[in-house]
Nanobody
Framework: QVQLVESGGGLVQAGGSLRPSCAAS????????MSWYRQAPGKQRELVAA???????SYVDSVKGRFTISRDNAKNTVYLQMNSLKPEDTAVYYC????????????????WGQGTQVTVSS
């Protein structure tokens, strides 16, 4: 079993910054892709940013130049540095990881965190 625990959300004024993090724990052999999704009220969940095990990154167009995803493989943790926040960034942010586990050995599964609320006031 693998757990993803997010932290670092909160309330911030437009133009401000936040840096949520997501730590993975459990029967981890290796973590492949780690990603951040978000879901605003009444909208579908969307992929915000992703990072591979080798550090390649990708972003949805609406956050390019403002958000930076990074990971610390030694800590099994992914971060999302969010700058120049806008009210339209308000959403619940979810961590997502594709993990190769030690038990069952060789198993590869996707896991979700519980979500962290980010609210940007105008």
């Amino acid at each position: 079993q693998v757990q993803l625990v997010e932290s670092g959300g909160g309330l911030v004024q437009a133009g401000g910054s936040l840096r949520p993090s997501c730590a993975a724990s459990g029967n981890i052999f290796s973590i492949l892709t780690m990603s951040w999704y978000r879901q605003a009220p009444g909208k579908q969940r969307e992929l915000v940013a992703a990072i591979t095990s080798t550090g390649s990154t990708s972003y949805v167009d609406s956050v390019k130049g403002r958000f930076t995803i990074s990971r610390d493989n030694a800590k099994n943790t992914v971060y999302l540095q969010m700058n120049s926040l806008k009210p339209e960034d308000t959403a619940v942010y979810y961590c997502y990881a594709v993990v190769a586990t030690t038990q069952p050995k060789g198993d590869v599964r996707a896991y979700w965190g519980q979500g962290t609320q980010v609210t940007v006031s105008s």
